[in-house]
């Protein structure tokens, strides 16, 4: 059974750093594309970040955290990563973590999904 | 900026057939945006229904189903049930990388 467990949330200050985590299980992680979704209280779902399979080398952002966040993998650990700098009031989401479905970020779908990790920026 | 739209709200009586649809404020939707969908009720992640515009996700039942309907991509609920009772969100993949989900839209089965 694919398991993602998400971890690090939290309550962070405007202009804060926060980094989160996601640990992978029932699964081949090095050989799986996965990304981060994310829901603001209330509010719809929105497409954050993703990356490729085989440590990582493509990685991809929305604009809305294109320059403040970034996505990384660590193949030996089975967990991903997505670090997030100069958070604002905007940010607070729910995160869930994300496996594509087949190898590639593109032309794909979000197969599996964790139950998420809750940020909150304010001061 | 791409927005991609769904109707806020629909509503459905129990055994009835409700369509909703995914568009594009600029252009069309077609098979080459692979459009997914997804069902979430309140507190829990979302659920994977359809993928590749018409497939099923394992598990699901077949009263879901999806297509491509005019300059859109829909999801057909056939059959209503009470626990379809839930926001329902499209994604379109964009390329490079990039995916866009809809605004979603809140179905009430009453």
């Known amino acids: 059974e694919v398991q993602l467990l998400e971890s690090g949330g939290g309550l962070v200050q405007p202009g804060e750093s926060l980094r989160l985590s996601c640990a992978a299980s029932?699964?081949?992680?090095?050989?799986?594309?996965l990304s981060w979704v994310r829901q603001a209280p209330g509010k719809g779902l929105e497409w954050v970040s993703g990356?490729?399979?085989?440590?990582?080398?493509?990685?991809y952002y929305a604009d809305s955290v294109k320059g403040r966040f970034t996505i990384s993998r660590d193949d030996s650990k089975n967990t991903l990563y997505l670090q997030m700098n100069s958070l604002r009031a905007e940010d607070t989401a729910i995160y869930y973590c994300?496996?594509?479905?087949?190898?590639?970020?593109?032309?794909?779908?979000?197969?599996?999904w964790g139950q998420g990790s809750l940020v909150t920026v304010s001061s | 900026q791409t927005v991609v739209t769904q109707e806020p709200s629909f509503s459905v009586s129990p055994g009835g057939t409700v369509t909703l649809t995914c568009g594009l404020t600029?252009?069309?939707?077609?098979?080459?945006?692979?459009p997914s969908w997804y069902q979430q009720t309140p507190g829990q992640p979302p659920r994977t229904l359809i993928y590749?515009?018409?497939t099923r996700s394992s598990g699901v039942p077949d009263r879901f189903s999806g297509s491509i309907l005019g300059n859109k991509a829909a999801l057909t609920i056939t059959g209503a049930q009470a626990d379809d009772e839930s926001d329902y969100y499209c994604?379109?993949?964009?390329?490079?990388?990039?995916?866009?989900f809809g605004t979603g839209t809140k179905v009430t089965v009453l």
């Open positions: 029932g699964l081949t992680f090095r050989a799986c594309p």
């Open positions: 600029s252009g069309s939707v077609s098979t080459s945006f692979y």
């Open positions: 994604v379109l993949f964009m390329g490079s990388g990039v995916y866009v």
């Open positions: 994300t496996k594509y479905a087949g190898q590639y970020t593109g032309n794909s779908y979000f197969e599996y």
């Open positions: 590749s515009t018409n």
């Open positions: 990356i490729s399979a085989m440590g990582g080398e493509h990685t």
